[in-house]
């Protein structure tokens, strides 16, 4: 059975840091693409960052050069550290997994396979 499960959300000023978790079981990182995503209020679900079988990396401009995505094959988890905090980076985020890099982009119309449930994060003083 395969299960993402994302972790690490809260309440952070802004400047602040966070780390999510995203635990898969069921499947390998080194077939399946996995996918940060995240949903604000009012607003559709984006693709943020991605990384690929291979391990690069790809990012969404509006967190290029503050979050970063990474992972780890033994423990089966992928991060996303996210620095330099704003109150726009509020919303629920959510781990995504597909075979294909463009699914778990958000620049696909294919749904990803799985997904986590998501964790909130809110970005305010």
């Known amino acids: 059975q395969v299960q993402l499960v994302e972790s690490g959300g809260g309440l952070v000023q802004p400047g602040g840091s966070l780390r999510l978790s995203c635990a898969v079981s069921g499947l390998s990182l080194e077939t399946y693409a996995i996918g940060w995503f995240r949903q604000a209020p009012g607003k559709e679900r984006e693709g943020i960052s991605c990384?690929?079988?291979?391990?690069?990396?790809y990012y969404k401009a509006s967190v290029e050069g503050r979050f970063t995505i990474s992972r780890d094959n033994v423990e089966n988890t992928v991060y996303l550290q996210m620095n330099s905090l704003k109150s726009e980076d509020t919303a629920i985020y959510y781990c995504?997994?597909?075979?294909?890099?463009?699914?778990?982009?958000?620049?696909?119309?294919?749904?990803?396979?799985?997904w986590g449930p998501g964790t909130q994060v809110t970005v305010s003083s």
């Open positions: 995504a997994a597909h075979p294909s890099l463009a699914v778990v982009s958000g620049a696909s119309p294919v749904r990803p396979d799985y």
């Open positions: 990384v690929d079988t291979d391990g690069s990396a």
